[in-house]
């Protein structure tokens, strides 16, 4: 059973930062590409940044230059330093492994979701 779990989320004000983490866990023998998506309220799940197992990083035009996606592949583990944050980008921010392989399997997960909220 693989799971993701995140962490990192919370309240700050304009222009401060954040740090949101998602560890992927269980008998995992690889994954493509991890990413962070996020959904505001009322709108659909987007995309915000992904990262490839060679590296490759891809964002959003939104948070270009403020966003900044990593990854630690042998603790599965990725993560997306948020910096001058805007009301804007409140929104529940949620992880995304891309083609898991276990033994039995290869498929996509997501994580639970983490609230980040932008607000003065």
């Known amino acids: 059973q693989v799971q993701l779990v995140e962490s990192g989320g919370g309240l700050v004000q304009p222009g401060g930062s954040l740090r949101l983490s998602c560890a992927a866990s269980?008998?995992?023998?690889?994954?493509?590409?991890m990413g962070w998506y996020r959904q505001a309220p009322g709108k659909q799940r987007v995309l915000v940044a992904t990262i490839t197992s060679g590296g490759n990083t891809n964002y959003a035009d939104s948070v270009k230059g403020r966003f900044t996606i990593s990854r630690d592949s042998a603790k599965n583990t990725v993560y997306l330093q948020m910096n001058s944050l805007k009301p804007e980008d409140t929104a529940v921010y949620y992880c995304?492994?891309?083609?898991?392989?276990?033994?039995?399997?290869?498929?996509?997960?997501w994580g639970q979701g983490t609230q980040v909220t932008v607000s003065s």
């Open positions: 995304n492994a891309d083609k898991v392989r276990t033994i039995l399997t290869m498929r996509d997960y």
């Open positions: 269980g008998s995992i023998f690889s994954i493509n590409a």
